[in-house]
């Protein structure tokens, strides 16, 4: 029996951690290794990853670049892996994980196949009492929740869907073995970014493809290729240069091309500025072509034509063209903008159809498929892929309750609220790595965790070493924190998308802004001098 399934019943731990993606990983590691605690990690999966454990559907792949969407905080590490693509596949970052996991010696210490049932913080020992779904209790002076911003499924709910005797995938909990899609008849919700990487794949394979598109997505290529040793090279020899642009940008990723106002300059420049960014793929044209493409509408629409008029070229068929179009008035941006290899010219094959389910609603699920407005379609394979329940839906499933047995639901009632994203009112000791309110989706997410654990680790080891019990965020904190993260986000065009930044995309869920729009820099700014203010805006006790 493995070392991590030996855990006895009950367990007095400095530290409890609530996953082991990259988040979990790199607290582990520093609260164990570099302040000497004694920490549990808890992870529902098998092993290491966390989200990229998960989501190994077919063409799953990160949209940063592999240099960039890793560790910074081992120089060691940094030059011993070797990526084989300028943007990895989901196989290959679990593979670097499980090797980051290897050489810290860091799976001795965490619990799998385990999930947190509840997590209380008890008053009278200031501590928190959490219970797993396999009967093991932990005594944590800390409780730090690593289960990332986008792990809880979101299926959305339509009449009689139980009726359906097919097989029923969500792309969030992928079967490890994969799937074999030849010969049949296949259908997919949703057009998001998930969509938008698996819609190409499973057009190979599948006899049909029906597309069930709600809203059409502005997506830009990739442009994803090989990365030879020489390019690998080069990029380990200027890392720390990489690393220092990356730590002073706002996304968390240099782009160099960004330039003033997209009115300034003729439409001549503009598309060239465009078609350029447009080659050199990935995000930069959403994050690197004009400073104010995310707050001026007349901007924007510069750059949202400029994407139809490339999605119209590569769609053969004028009407299917004009679906795959947004349609003016929808911003570009505003949601996270998807990376796509091949997703427009999939609808060019004869073997794919997509359905408008706007003007055409589906109106009910059938045993052989489903049924819109208009029409009846018969499908083998269902594909949920309907995104997350971003950022609370994971903290939720926990029954975490803080002081005089607040649930962390009723205090997140209004929307989800915290203080610099790292902590909520009435729930001591509890840390939220990358929570809300924080840069996290829109920063270089290893970066914005690295950020997060080692301000984490900072501030327990002053807690520590002064003898305090607890550091809590004041209610006041809170309600400031939450006003300045609204207030940047409403000078941006983003607040009007229907978008999970929002929680637009779960029903009855109340809407607020849960992405700190300040840029990474300036959030890193800000935490740093709350610490050097001997953690002003907390309660210590």
Not at 13 to 28: K, N, R, S, T
Not at 30 to 58: C, F, H, M, Q
Not at 202 to 213: C, G, I, N, P, R
């Amino acid at each position: 029996m493995n070392q991590q399934n030996k855990t006895p019943s009950s367990q007095q731990v400095d530290a409890l951690i609530v996953g082991a993606g990259f988040a979990g990983l790199y607290m582990l590691h520093l609260l164990r290794d570099k302040l000497g605690l004694k920490v549990a990690t808890i992870e529902s999966a098998s092993g290491v990853g966390g989200t990229w454990y998960w989501n190994n559907y077919p063409g799953a792949r990160c949209d940063i670049a592999s240099h960039h969407y890793s560790f910074s905080f081992s120089k060691e590490l940094q030059q011993e892996w070797v990526w084989s693509e300028k943007y990895a596949a989901q196989d290959e970052i679990l593979r670097y994980l499980e090797y980051v996991a290897k050489r810290f010696d860091l799976s001795k210490d965490i619990q799998f196949n385990c999930r947190v049932k509840s997590a209380a913080f008890d008053e009278s020992s200031d501590r928190w009492l959490v219970t797993t779904d396999r009967g093991e209790r932990y005594s944590a002076k800390y409780f730090i929740p690593a289960v990332g911003t986008l792990s809880s499924a979101n299926i959305p709910v339509f009449k009689d869907q139980e009726s359906f005797q097919g097989d029923t995938y969500f792309t969030g909990n992928w079967p490890n073995e994969g799937v074999d899609f030849k010969g049949k008849r296949v259908a997919i919700i949703g057009t998001g970014a998930t969509a938008i990487q698996v819609i190409p794949e499973v057009a190979k394979q599948a006899a049909h493809l029906t597309v069930f598109q709600r809203t059409p997505n502005y997506a830009a290529p990739l442009q994803n290729e090989v990365l030879t040793e020489a390019e690998d090279q080069q990029l380990k020899a200027n890392y720390d240069q990489l690393r220092e642009a990356s730590w002073n940008s706002f996304a968390g990723v240099p782009f160099p091309k960004l330039k003033g106002s997209a009115l300034d300059d003729t439409q001549e420049q503009r598309l060239a500025h465009y078609e350029e960014l447009w080659q050199d793929g990935g995000f930069s044209l959403w994050i690197g072509s004009y400073q104010d493409i995310l707050y001026d509408k007349a901007a924007n629409e510069t750059l949202a034509d400029f994407i139809r008029t490339k999605i119209r070229q590569r769609v053969h068929d004028p009407k299917i063209a004009e679906m795959l179009c947004p349609p003016k008035g929808q911003t570009y941006g505003t949601k996270r903008q998807p990376c796509e290899t091949g997703y427009f010219e999939t609808y060019n094959r004869d073997n794919v159809t997509l359905v408008d389910i706007k003007r055409s609603a589906i109106k009910e699920f059938t045993s052989t498929g489903l049924r819109t407005s208009d029409q009846h379609y018969e499908f083998d394979s269902l594909i949920y892929a309907t995104g997350y329940d971003a950022f609370t839906g994971s903290l939720f499933k926990m029954d975490i309750t803080g002081r005089g047995g607040l649930p962390l639901q009723s205090h997140w009632a209004k929307g989800a609220r915290t203080y610099l994203g790292l902590s909520a009112a009435g729930f001591p000791n509890m840390f939220t790595i990358t929570g809300p309110q924080s840069p996290s989706v829109l920063f270089n997410m290893p970066l914005a965790i690295e950020m997060h654990c080692e301000w984490i680790a900072d501030c327990i080891a002053y807690i520590n070493g002064r003898g305090l019990a607890t550091i809590e965020a004041q209610a006041t904190s809170e309600d400031d924190w939450l006003a300045e993260t609204k207030q940047i986000a409403d000078a941006t065009l983003l607040p009007e998308a229907s978008s999970w930044y929002m929680g637009a995309n779960i029903p009855g869920k109340p809407r607020v802004f849960l992405v700190y729009l300040g840029g990474g820099q300036q959030y890193k700014e800000i935490i740093e001098k709350v610490a050097a203010d001997d953690y002003s805006g907390f309660r210590l006790s």
